[in-house]
Antibody, heavy 115, light 108 residues
Framework: QVQLQESGPGLVKPSGTLSLTCTVS????????WSWIRQPPGKGLEWIGY???????NYNPSLKSRVTISVDTSKNQISLKLSSVTAADTAVYYC?????????WGQGTLVTVSS | EIVLTQSPGTLSLSPGERATLSCRAS???????LAWYRQKPGQAPRLLIS???SRATGIPDRFSGSGSGTDFTLTIGRLEPEDFAVYYC?????????FGQGTKLEIK
């Protein structure tokens, strides 16, 4: 059974960089796309972007200038970096397998942007 | 960017009743690449339907999806207690992929 687990700091200062890692277990990363999706508290879902296991990426234009998604198949991990964060970036961040529809999700991790 | 509008915002029904949720797109969804998810409080969304009408693995047949182009529907045949949650539609036919704002299905 494929499992995904997000990890990283739960608190980031304004103007700083949010950095999260998603560790994949129970299956290979090869041949799959891996995505990040976020959800502000009490609000809806926003697609951040995806990366193919080989490294090609596709980002949401609304975040493109600030976001970097990377993959390390040797560690079975994908990473998310979001720079110049503001309070509007406070959200639960999910990683998921796939580039379109998402069957496998992580449990999500709450990141709060605050000084 | 395709905007997805879900209606109603809140739907109040009783267990055993039938639920019909709507998702309307601002432009045609390519190849009917539309998915539906159910999200319970504190949990990640769970995939119900992909490709507008294909049930995901392990999803009971009381869930059905239909529609094409700009108008899509999720129907839940007989509501079980675990079905009272928030439902999202999502299009993945054109980037950026987008989600609807959600429909909350609550117990009447």
């Amino acid at each position: 059974q494929v499992q995904l687990q997000e990890s990283g700091p739960g608190l980031v200062k304004p103007s700083g960089t949010l950095s999260l890692t998603c560790t994949v277990s129970g299956g290979s990363m090869n041949g799959y796309y891996w995505s990040w999706i976020r959800q502000p508290p009490g609000k809806g879902l926003e697609w951040i972007g995806y990366i193919y296991y080989s490294g090609s990426t596709n980002y949401n234009p609304s975040l493109k200038s600030r976001v970097t998604i990377s993959v390390d198949t040797s560690k079975n991990q994908i990473s998310l970096k979001l720079s110049s964060v503001t309070a509007a970036d406070t959200a639960v961040y999910y990683c998921a397998r796939g580039s379109g529809w998402y069957y496998y999700w992580g449990q999500g991790t709450l990141v709060t942007v605050s000084s | 960017e395709i905007v997805l509008t879900q209606s109603p915002g809140t739907l109040s029904l009783s267990p055993g009743e039938r639920a019909t949720l709507s998702c309307r797109a601002s432009q045609s969804v390519s190849s009917n690449y539309l998915a539906w998810y159910r999200q319970k409080p504190g949990q990640a969304p769970r995939l119900l339907i992909s490709g507008a009408s294909s049930r995901a693995t392990g999803i009971p047949d009381r869930f059905s999806g239909s529609g094409s182009g700009t108008d899509f529907t999720l129907t839940i045949g007989r509501l079980e207690p675990e079905d009272f949650a928030v439902y999202y539609c999502q299009q993945y036919g054109s980037s950026p992929y987008t989600f609807g704002q959600g429909t909350k299905l609550e117990i009447k």
